[in-house]
């Protein structure tokens, strides 16, 4: 099993804290739509493929594909995100970096971390950001929207209604069955953030890690130890809970 350093993770989740809540300045900077109206508003569908078909033209270390399509025939994007650039997952693999999958959006009507991602999305392709120095020693896919379907309705379900977070045992909804086979099975991750929001009054995020006996304890105890301690201090610093 590789050994993931402590710190690439903290890392990858810090930064996404810190972009639930804020947005990245740049001097000359592509915004989402939702930045635009000053986080009124949140980035469409099609907003949203292409502000990331937009941020693609502008790297070399990104590459932009779909992992299949819903019931109503949405494309399901995501961006794989590696220095050199690799297209397979054999090529990832054969690499020997641990490979990140970052996923949101899972119920439709949870789009508050869809969003984050994106910011993601543009400091990942960003040379000299704060998350591109990652690249050097992993490799980081970017899944916005599992459930685009259910995000145009703003419903917690997809278009049948149904909760793709609970079809992971028989996989009979098309979009969550692409997201099983072609990135999580295709890909085999090594580390796979499942973001949702919404939790417990009065935190303003809540989570936790692997809770049964199935995967290797040293992950249970990387988050309880490491990752969540850190989160709760950065959390602490600017004025929030968890």
């Given at each position: ?80 995100f590696s220095r050199p650039l690799v ?156």
């Amino acid at each position: 099993m590789i050994r993931i350093k402590k710190r690439f993770l903290i890392g990858v989740l810090s930064a996404l804290l810190v972009l639930s809540f804020s947005a990245i300045a740049f001097s000359q900077i592509i915004r989402t739509a939702s930045e635009e109206s000053g986080f009124q508003e949140y980035t469409s569908y099609e907003e949203m493929l292409q502000f990331l078909q937009d941020i693609q033209a502008t790297s070399t270390e990104m590459l932009l594909s779909s992992f299949g399509k819903t019931i109503e025939g949405r494309e399901q994007p995501y961006a794989i995100f590696s220095r050199p650039l690799v297209t397979q997952p054999w090529e990832a693999i054969a690499s020997g970096k641990p490979i990140v999958v970052l996923a949101a959006n899972v119920h439709g009507g949870e789009k508050t971390v869809r969003e984050s991602l994106l910011l993601i999305t543009r400091e990942l392709a960003t040379r000299g950001s704060d998350m591109n120095w990652l690249l050097d020693d992993l490799v980081v896919l970017v899944v916005p929207s599992i459930n685009p379907d259910g995000f145009v309705r703003g419903t917690r379900g997809n278009s049948l209604g149904i909760d793709l977070n609970r079809d992971y045992m028989k996989l009979e909804q098309p979009a969550l069955a692409n997201y099983v086979r072609n990135i999580l099975l295709t890909w085999q991750p090594h580390v796979i953030l499942d973001a949702h929001n919404g939790g417990s009054y009065p935190y303003n995020i809540c989570y936790h890690g692997a809770t049964n006996a199935a995967p290797d304890q040293r992950i249970t105890r990387l988050c309880d130890q490491e990752i969540f301690p850190f989160i709760h201090s950065e959390m602490e610093k600017h004025g929030y809970k968890s």
